[in-house]
């Protein structure tokens, strides 16, 4: 039997986020169930542009090979920070790498966010997915962790049992809608 492809994206550059920790750390309890790839290029995406993402531009590389990942997953699940009230900045730009295409459309996908607060964050990310996946994200597939770095022990484990369960739930969610 084949396992499922769940593209993981930290919103996180930073080596060993809480974020890039909270994938990897479900990544390893699903591992019989899906194998999931965590995506660590986010800083090598060009700004978006648009005069460089048309029929007559040439895409960058580092693009076309993001799109490919998110078009030949089965699933996407994102897990950010909330830097000032927002969605980091390279999260972000690499969603609108994606706008003029349909590699969201209709895509199992998922969202944990991960920071001191989070709210606006998960505001802003949960809209922009609507519009990108041109329906609601499931309830079940998505978290927010207030707090979320006091949330992980010094090992990269989920120490929190209500925040452990929460990610359970959400990678569940997402494996059953891969399903569907």
């Known amino acids: 039997m084949n396992k499922k492809q769940v593209l993981a994206i930290s919103g996180s550059i930073r080596k060993n986020s809480s974020n890039e920790l909270i994938l990897k750390a479900a990544a390893k309890i699903f591992s019989e169930e899906i194998e999931v790839n965590i995506y660590n290029q986010l800083d090598k995406l060009p700004f978006f542009n ?7 531009a040439d895409v960058p590389e580092t693009v076309i090979n993001f799109r490919k990942l998110v078009d030949n997953a089965d699933g996407v699940i994102i897990c950010t920070p909330e830097y000032v009230f927002s969605l980091p900045g390279v999260l972000k ?14 895509k199992p996908f998922a969202f944990i966010v991960a920071s001191a607060s989070g709210e606006k964050a998960f505001e802003s990310l ?4 609507d519009t990108l996946l041109q329906r609601p994200v499931g309830e079940n597939c998505k978290l927010l962790i207030p ?10 484990k989920l120490s929190d049992t209500l925040v452990l369960s929460g990610v359970k739930n959400v990678f569940a969610s997402l494996i059953k809608e891969m399903e569907d």
């Open 147 to 156: 707090g979320g770095k006091g949330k992980i022990n010094s090992e990269g």
């Open 126 to 129: 949960n809209l922009i997915m």
């Open 50 to 56: 648009p005069d460089l993402d048309n029929e007559y």
């Open 93 to 106: 730009n690499a969603l609108e790498w994606t706008v003029s295409t349909t590699v969201f459309t209709f």
